[in-house]
């Protein structure tokens, strides 16, 4: 069972802070031959870059919206992020080519994207959650009752401070 905190918490972090979302659209929800393996490749990636500690990878959320899956994640740097994306060993590279391979013979069957931000500062606040967020992929720490206002903890200096 999920354990439930009830007080106050936000997240602790020292260092670089990338928060990466990646979905895909499902256009032609009829036809799963053409969007599931995108489907697919997307946990493979994950386990392989949560399996290891120095990919970069703090952790992530799967979350569903309009018409398909974004995976919200959480990395320790932009430079760890694109090295991942580009590199030959990993499964990301041949998943990619695959769907570029699947969407030229149906254009417009599957749609990917992603964004990426760079975070100075972020502020967070869980009452009554189990661990999720920044909290899950950092660390959940009590609010400082000097950090007890969201102003406060996003005025911060960095995403360091507690």
Same mark, same amino acid.
């Given at each position: 069972?999920?354990?439930?905190?009830?007080?106050?918490?936000?997240?602790?972090?020292? +260092?670089?802070?990338?928060? =990466?979302?990646? +979905?895909?659209?499902?256009?032609?929800?009829?036809?799963?031959?053409?969007?599931?393996?995108?489907?697919?490749?997307?946990?493979?990636? $994950?386990?392989? $870059?949560?399996? &290891?500690?120095?990919?970069?990878?703090?952790?992530?959320?799967?979350? =569903?919206? +309009?018409?398909?899956?974004?995976?919200?994640?959480?990395?320790?740097?932009? &430079?760890?992020?694109?090295?991942?994306?580009?590199?030959?060993?990993?499964?990301?590279?041949?998943?990619?080519?695959? =769907?570029?391979?699947?969407?030229?013979?149906?254009?417009?069957?599957?749609?990917?994207?992603?964004?990426?931000?760079?975070?100075?500062?972020?502020?967070?606040?869980?009452?009554?959650?189990?661990?999720?967020?920044?909290?899950?992929?950092?660390?959940?720490?009590?609010?400082?009752?000097? =950090?007890?206002?969201?102003?406060?903890?996003?005025?911060?200096? +960095?995403?360091?401070?507690?």
């Amino acid at each position: 069972m999920t354990t439930i905190e009830p007080t106050r918490s936000t997240h602790h972090y020292e +260092g670089e802070l990338v928060v =990466f979302l990646i +979905g895909m659209t499902i256009n032609r929800p009829w036809r799963p031959d053409l969007w599931l393996p995108t489907l697919a490749a997307m946990p493979r990636m $994950l386990r392989e $870059l949560s399996e &290891d500690p120095d990919s970069g990878l703090l952790g992530y959320r799967l979350t =569903f919206e +309009g018409r398909g899956p974004t995976v919200i994640q959480y990395w320790n740097s932009v &430079d760890k992020l694109y090295a991942y994306a580009s590199d030959s060993q990993a499964k990301h590279r041949p998943a990619w080519a695959a =769907f570029n391979r699947r969407a030229r013979k149906a254009p417009g069957a599957v749609g990917v994207w992603h964004e990426t931000y760079p975070v100075d500062r972020a502020e967070s606040i869980y009452v009554g959650t189990p661990a999720m967020g920044l909290a899950r992929a950092t660390t959940r720490v009590p609010v400082a009752r000097k =950090f007890n206002a969201a102003r406060d903890r996003l005025l911060r200096s +960095g995403t360091h401070e507690h």
